[in-house]
């Protein structure tokens, strides 16, 4: 079985974005199109498939194996495809066995529509998939979770995914588990975690009247309205002070694959921005998280949790507070002995 097709790579992926995009935006300039391979990942040590996309290889350059791909025809100062239909989607065998495994778990129905879900469900049926449930056996995980086939549990979360995806304001009556009442508060939306240890989803939110964001249980929100532009100066007032805590230096861990340490990483940190690389001559992996101050005292634990596996590169802050809870435990285990 090949797991990865070796012809659905970025370069596949982001042509495939740009012709897609063609039949819905039409023609872009060659400015919009270098800023669209920069935001997918694409920087100067892509020279050569930017000139072969944009037709600009010539016999002058050294590397003449990269010859023009012909894709994109230029008009003037607009690009446009040589084709004029979309790149369908073409998912590999392995690609449909993990949706079908995918749509057996409830969380699915917070994502998709039901008549999405059962299209889906009937196209996949014949599909033979080894990844069913029954073969799984899930540790560590806590016995009460989330009830994610709730109606109104999804109906809140759906309304929260709309507002983070288009950076709205949200009102919200929530009980915390206490039983203390919030209601009618006002807040920015910026992030939605799920814990995997839990298995519940949390919202990460800036409350208008407070200087320091929240993190708020889905499961406890009572009830939540997306606020439309015209709370814009409210919103502009909380995300300007929501920036002021964006930490300007990303953590930078170097990752060494034992002891599944990659996939821990990646589901530790799932929810924070992040860029990946692998070096094949020290095979090591580097992971740059970004992340908010108030997000330091939960990274360190969680780094901490990854013992030897991982190493902190930088910011020097995170690095000597790791390094100072090491040897506290050290001097703290020595005590006992």
Known sequence: MVLFSPHKNKYFSTVSKIINNFMIKGPVTE??????????GFYEADFEF??????????????ID?????????????????????????PTLIEKQWLKMILQDQKSQ????????????????????????????IKNQDQYCDDFSDVVYQKN???????VRQEKMIRYTYKDKQGKLYENKEAYPFRIEYSLR???FRLSSLPVNLERPIKMNLSRFLHIEVLEDEHSDVKNTTLKKLREKKVKQPLVLEIDNKYNAIERCFSLFSYYQKEACYHPTTDKHLLKIYYYQFDESEI??????????????????????????????????????
């Open 157 to 163: 979360f759906k309304f929260l995914l709309e507002a």
């Open 31 to 40: 400015k919009s199109l270098l800023a669209f391979l920069r935001k997918n």
């Open 198 to 200: 839990n298995d519940r």
């Open 66 to 90: 990269n010859a023009n791909y012909h894709i994109l025809k230029k008009d003037k100062n607009t690009y446009k495809p040589v084709i004029e239909s979309k790149i369908p989607v073409r």
């Open 50 to 63: 930017e000139a072969s996309l944009l037709n600009k290889v010539t016999q002058s350059m050294h590397n």
């Open 110 to 137: 917070l994502f998709l529509k039901n008549i999405t879900i059962n299209k889906l469900v009937a196209a996949l049926q014949p599909i033979p998939s080894p990844f069913e449930p029954k073969y799984w056996d």
């Open 300 to 337: 360190i634990r969680d780094i901490l949790s990854l013992g030897s596996s991982v190493i902190v590169i930088e910011p020097e802050h995170i690095r000597n507070q790791v390094i100072r809870r090491i040897h506290l435990q050290v001097s703290l285990s020595n005590d006992c002995l």
